[in-house]
C-alpha cells in the first residue's frame, strides 16, 4: 500500500477542507437523524382531563403509523406534551419552554381557553400554530400562522349556535322569547356571543342572559331563575362537569322549554353519555363527527378501529367521536405540509396550508386566511330513543339524529322538549 503525503500550504489548505467538509457532513446527518418534535400543553388532569387523554391518543396513533412508515423526511416524530392540569395559568409557561428549552419543530394548541393564554408567546416566536379545539380565537389575534381544526368556519360564535336557532325557528308556532346561561370562561362566553347575535337576527326576545362562576356545582338556583321567565328556548353554554349538572338539575325542576340544549361541552364524550343516559333524550346540542348513515369519510373507522381498541386497555374516552379523529387529522396535515415543503421552515409551512386543500379522516380541510376552515361542518343534533347507560347503543345511528345542517341531516327536531324525552320511553 502507497501513503500520499501532502506538504506545504497547498497540503494543509486540502487537509483543512476534507475536515471541515467531515464536520459539515456529520452535522448534517445528525440534524437528519433526530426526531421531528412536536409540542403541546394538554390537559392530563383537572375536570378536562378525560378531553385531554383522549386527544393524546389520538396523536400516538398518528405518530406510530408514521414512524412504522419511516417518518417524516426519513426522521422519526417524538410528541412532546405538557399537562396544562386543565389550568389556562400554566399555558404561558409550557409554550415558552417548548419553543425556548425543548426547541419543538412544530406546536400544537388545546382548548379555547388554553389557546389564548398560548398565543402571544406563539406570535412573538413567529411559529405556525394548529390549533384543536379553540372558538373563534384568531378574532382577537388574527395571525397568520393559526390555523384551526375544529369545523367552526369563518364565524365560528355562528356556525357554533346556527343549527339550535334554525330549528327552533321551523317550530309552529315559532319561539318569542330565549334565555341564555353559561359558564363566566372564555369558550361559554364566545358562545354566548353567538347566540345573542341569532337572537337578534330573528327577531327573539332574550329573558334571561346570565353567566356563572366556572366553580358553580349547584345549578337549582341558576335555573330557578331562569325558569321563572318561562322562555321558549333554553340555549346553555357549558363545560363537562357543568353539562352533567345542569341537565340533571332540570329534569329535577321539570324545565319544559320547547327546546332545551345549546353549545354543551361533554354531552360529545362517552363517559357523559354513559352516565347521564335516558336524561339525554331530547337535548339538542353539537357535534363534529357521529355515525349516522348522511356521515361517510374515508378513513375515519379505520382511525377509529384503531383508537377504540387502545382506548379500551389505557381506560380513555370509549368512542373518540369528538376529539381524537380531530387530533389525528390536525397532524394529517402538519404531516403533509412537512413533506410538501422538504422541512420544518415556519413560512413555508404557513404557506402551504394556506394554499392547499387537505385530505383528512374528517373530510376535505381547506382554511381560508384566517386559519379557520373555509366551510363550517358544526352538527347540530338531537339525543333521541336512549334506553338505559349502554355505551355500546352511542355506536348505533339514530341516538343522535343530525338536525342541521341540511347537507348532513338524518331526520328533523322533536319538540317541544318534554316530547322528545317521552318519545323515548315509549
Known amino acids: 500500500m502507497r501513503i500520499f503525503r501532502l506538504t506545504g500550504l497547498r497540503g494543509v489548505a486540502l487537509a483543512l477542507s476534507t475536515m471541515i467538509a467531515a464536520l459539515y457532513l456529520s452535522s448534517d446527518t445528525a440534524r437528519a437523524a433526530d426526531p421531528i418534535k412536536i409540542g403541546f400543553g394538554i390537559q392530563l388532569t383537572g375536570p378536562l382531563a378525560g378531553n385531554g387523554k383522549a386527544a ?9 403509523e408514521v414512524n412504522k412508515a419511516g417518518g417524516l423526511l426519513g426522521r422519526s416524530v417524538e410528541l412532546v406534551p ?36 398560548a398565543m402571544p408567546t406563539i406570535i412573538q416566536h413567529k411559529r405556525l400554530i394548529m390549533g384543536m379545539f379553540a372558538l373563534a380565537i384568531n378574532e382577537q389575534f388574527k395571525y397568520p400562522g393559526y390555523f384551526q381544526i375544529q369545523p367552526y368556519g369563518p364565524n365560528g360564535k355562528d356556525s357554533l ?16 322569547t330565549v334565555a341564555l346561561v353559561g359558564a363566566d370562561a372564555e369558550f361559554s362566553k364566545n358562545a354566548l356571543e353567538g347566540a345573542r347575535m341569532q337572537a337578534k337576527r330573528l327577531g327573539l326576545t332574550v329573558v334571561y342572559d346570565k353567566v356563572y362562576p366556572p366553580t358553580t356545582v349547584n345549578f337549582t338556583p341558576v335555573l330557578k331563575a331562569l325558569q321563572a321567565t318561562s322562555p321558549d328556548l333554553v340555549f346553555v353554554a357549558s363545560y363537562p362537569s357543568d353539562t352533567v349538572g345542569i341537565i340533571r338539575t332540570a ?11 345549546g353549545a354543551m361541552v361533554g354531552t360529545q364524550y362517552a363517559a357523559i353519555k354513559q352516565q347521564l343516559g335516558e336524561a339525554l333524550n331530547g337535548i339538542v346540542s353539537f357535534e363534529q363527527y357521529i355515525p349516522e348513515p348522511t356521515v361517510k369519510f374515508p378513513g375515519i373507522e379505520d382511525m377509529l378501529k384503531k383508537y377504540q381498541a387502545k382506548a379500551a386497555e389505557v381506560g380513555v374516552d370509549a368512542l373518540g367521536y369528538y376529539v381524537p379523529a380531530f387530533v389525528y387529522s390536525a397532524l394529517q396535515v402538519l404531516g403533509e ?13 404557513i404557506n402551504y396550508i394556506h394554499a392547499n386543500t387537505f385530505q383528512t379522516v374528517v373530510g376535505d380541510i381547506t382554511f381560508g386566511p384566517d386559519g379557520e376552515w373555509v366551510e363550517p361542518r358544526m352538527f347540530a343534533v338531537q339525543f333521541r330513543n336512549i334506553k338505559g347507560n349502554d355505551i355500546q347503543q352511542f355506536t348505533q345511528a339514530g341516538k343522535e339524529v343530525i ?8 331526520g328533523g327536531l322533536v319538540y317541544p322538549f318534554i316530547k322528545a324525552q317521552k318519545a323515548a320511553q315509549n
Do not use: C
Open 82 to 117: 405538557y399537562d396544562d392540569q386543565s389550568n389556562p395559568g400554566l399555558v404561558p409557561g409550557i409554550y415558552s419552554k417548548l419553543l425556548d428549552v425543548d426547541k419543538v419543530d412544530l406546536l400544537l394548541s388545546n382548548n379555547t381557553n388554553q389557546t389564548a393564554p
Open 403 to 410: 338536525i342541521f345542517p341540511p347537507k348532513y341531516k338524518s
Open 161 to 176: 349556535t346556527r343549527g339550535f336557532f334554525e330549528n327552533a325557528m321551523a317550530m309552529d308556532p315559532k319561539p318569542t
Open 337 to 349: 405540509a412537512v413533506t410538501k415543503t422538504g422541512g420544518v421552515d415556519q413560512q413555508k409551512l
Open 251 to 261: 329534569h329535577e325542576i321539570n324545565l319544559e322549554p320547547k327546546v332545551f340544549g
Open 56 to 64: 393524546l391518543l389520538g396523536a400516538q396513533i398518528w405518530a406510530d
